[in-house]
């Protein structure tokens, strides 16, 4: 099946600062890829996603860009502001999975004032 | 606003019983899914389900089961529970269709086995 592979597992940075969090995925046919952002305590939330025949998708301060040649995919944020502390997961779709979802271990995002 | 509720925020449970964990959503979504979420190692799909009685084996479907006998509810049954499933379980829900798929999620349940 689909492995999706997350770097860093933690990032801290300055408030102000960009931070980039970084996914592999396995399967050359997935082609759906979002990026849920799970605050303490809370569920899951998709903060933006790209599907496989767009480059580049940005959403304000934040921004996704897919490279299929090299099956990777990153998320940007910049501007980073405290409320932007938080795990973020990255998933992409795989062909095999039907709809489900495979996703990478997190990065615990930390930004400091 | 899609919701999808579980019926549980906490449970603790003993070694050995059977435990269904419940996940009922309100949009008419097709697919549902079960995770388990371990610090360290992200949200592991279990098991997941694309119409009513369908259901499919995750990446980690060893110890549990699935039913899905209507289409807004999707239950996670540990047969016979053990320790090492102690663990936080969040369900989702998606639609089915070409193109992008949003997975709305549960908000989660607690669960520990002793």
């Known amino acids: 099946g689909e492995n999706v592979e997350q770097h860093p597992s933690t990032l801290s940075v300055q408030e102000g600062d960009s931070a980039v969090i970084k996914c592999t995925y396995s399967?050359?046919?997935?082609?759906?890829f979002p990026w849920y952002k799970q605050e303490l305590g809370k569920r899951p939330q998709l903060i933006i996603d790209?599907?496989?025949?767009?480059g580049e998708k940005k959403d304000q301060r934040i921004a996704v860009t897919l490279n299929k040649t090299a099956k990777h995919f990153s998320l940007h944020i910049t501007e980073t502001q405290p409320e932007d502390s938080a795990v973020y997961f990255c998933?992409?779709?795989?062909?095999?999975?039907?709809?489900?979802?495979?996703f990478g271990k997190g990065t615990s995002l930390l930004v400091t004032p | 606003d899609v919701k999808v509720t579980q019926s549980s925020r906490y449970l603790v449970k003993r070694t050995g019983e059977k435990v269904f964990l419940e996940c009922v959503q309100d949009?008419?979504?097709?697919?549902m899914f079960w995770y388990r979420q371990d610090p360290g190692l992200g949200l592991r799909l279990i098991y997941f389900?694309?119409?009513?009685?369908?259901?499919e084996k995750g990446d980690i479907p060893e110890g549990y089961s699935v039913s899905r006998e209507k289409k807004e509810r999707f239950s996670l049954i540990l047969e016979s529970a053990s320790t090492n499933q102690t663990s936080m379980y969040l369900c989702?829900?998606?639609?089915?269709?070409?193109?992008?798929?949003?997975?709305?999620f549960g908000q989660g349940t607690r669960l520990t086995v002793v």
């Open positions: 989702a829900s998606s639609v089915s269709g070409t193109g992008v798929s949003e997975a709305f």
């Open positions: 399967d050359s046919a997935s082609n759906y």
């Open positions: 790209i599907r496989s025949n767009v």
């Open positions: 998933a992409a779709r795989g062909s095999n999975s039907g709809y489900a979802l495979n």
């Open positions: 949009m008419d979504h097709e697919n």
């Open positions: 389900s694309y119409d009513v009685k369908m259901k």
